[in-house]
């Protein structure tokens, strides 16, 4: 009988363990449905309200060709401290070799103690499908034509 393909495929991704992720536990699934990986801070840092910083995780990582890493917030943060990752979903590329950080900024209205051995983020693993430029004179017509920003519905229209 031949074998079920896994559901969940994965691959291996060589991770080098920096010195200051000492006592840290690697990204990993929460649940065996989980898409992201929990990421934990290796630092303390405070954010103001309004405030930026890129956090270390203490882990640079090998992503295989053909793959990125995609960093995306955790709803929990984002819902309760308004704790978010700006540039959504942040990219990690294959041929990217620091350490791996996480820009975290603070929507909320208080100040946000991030602390070392927190989860600040999910990582997604990703294949990549590259595109080339076919250069044409005219595109093809379609019912949305050159409509943008809110033009297939749910605009209200000002005035009368």
């Given at each position: 009988m031949p074998s079920t393909?896994?559901?969940n495929p994965s691959i291996p991704i060589p991770v080098k363990r920096l010195p200051?992720?000492?006592?840290?536990e690697l990204p990993a699934y929460a649940t065996d449905g989980a898409a992201g990986m929990d990421v934990l801070a290796a630092e303390d840092v405070t954010l103001a309200p309004g405030a930026r910083h890129a956090v270390a995780?203490?882990?640079a990582v090998a992503i295989p060709h053909g793959f990125e890493i995609q960093v995306r917030p955790r709803s929990g943060l984002a819902l309760k401290h308004g704790i978010t990752v700006p540039n959504t979903p942040g990219t990690i590329d294959s041929d990217y070799r620091g350490e791996v950080k996480v820009i975290l900024i603070n929507h909320g209205v208080e100040a946000f103690d991030?602390?070392?051995g927190d989860r600040i983020a999910q990582l997604v693993v990703a294949q990549v499908t590259k595109g080339t430029w076919l250069k044409v004179d005219e595109l093809d017509e379609t019912q949305r034509g050159e409509g943008g920003f809110g033009s297939t519905g749910g605009v209200v229209a000002l005035g009368n």
């Open positions: 393909p896994s559901p200051h992720f000492e006592g840290l995780t203490g882990i991030v602390r070392r």
